[in-house]
């Protein structure tokens, strides 16, 4: 399927509304995504998760870096606090408009 703007038709949260934490990590290394979607962050900088991509882009993660938020590579991150061991499976939308 056509999926827009989208990585992936679904998506893992701790609550539907995808707004509760679910996990802590430590950047690994620099990232610095190719477009605005992206969160950059630098080795040792705390990442805080708040959905995961499942489908076709399950290498991608969404969470967020100070007051920045936006996607990143889960490779990139190494897990060291879980806020929740539920997840539940919820469709993706267009999280981004672009005018």
Do not use: Q
């Not at 701790?14 to 430590?26: H, N, T, V």
């Not at 998760?49 to 290498?59: D, F, N, Q």
Request: hydrophobic share 35%; charged share 30%; glycine share 8%.
């Amino acid at each position: 399927p056509d999926l827009g703007r989208r990585f992936a038709e679904r998506k893992r949260c701790a609550d539907p509304e995808c707004s509760m934490l679910m996990c802590r990590g430590k950047a690994m290394r620099d990232f610095k995504g190719p477009d605005c979607r992206f969160v950059n962050f630098k080795k040792g900088e705390a990442v805080y998760v708040y959905y995961k991509l499942i489908g076709e882009s399950t290498e991608l993660w969404a969470g967020s870096v100070g007051s920045d938020f936006g996607y990143f590579p889960k490779d990139l991150l190494e897990i060291n606090h879980n806020y929740s061991n539920e997840e539940l499976e919820l469709p993706t939308d267009v999280s981004f408009t672009f005018f």
